[in-house]
């Protein structure tokens, strides 16, 4: 696989997680539609400990995401951890 599509494929992958670390910094603000409370989780925990659990999960997200990034774009630096398909 050619350097490039590698690079190509790292800047497509942070731009990916810098949108998730943006986003989840933002949540604690009022979300258009959202009924302030978990679907899946019912009333097991209450609003205030929701958001700090979306946004928790949000910048966790993008942070491991970045990460990849990385990995992918300086395999010298996560030896092992970028292996193209043959």
């Not at 050619?2 to 497509?12: D, E, G, H, N, T």
């Not at 409370?37 to 910048?59: C, E, F, M, R, Y």
């Not at 966790?60 to 010298?76: K, N, R, Y």
């Amino acid at each position: 696989m050619k350097p490039w599509v590698q690079y190509l494929i790292a800047f497509s992958v942070f731009c990916h997680g810098f949108v998730y670390v943006r986003i989840g910094s933002m949540l604690p603000a009022p979300v258009k539609g959202w009924k302030e409370s978990s679907w899946l989780l019912g009333d097991a925990i209450t609003n205030p400990q929701l958001t700090k659990l979306i946004v928790a999960l949000h910048v966790i997200a993008g942070i491991a995401t970045l990460v990849c990034a990385i990995a992918i774009g300086v395999p010298s630096l996560l030896p092992g951890w970028w292996r193209p398909w043959p």
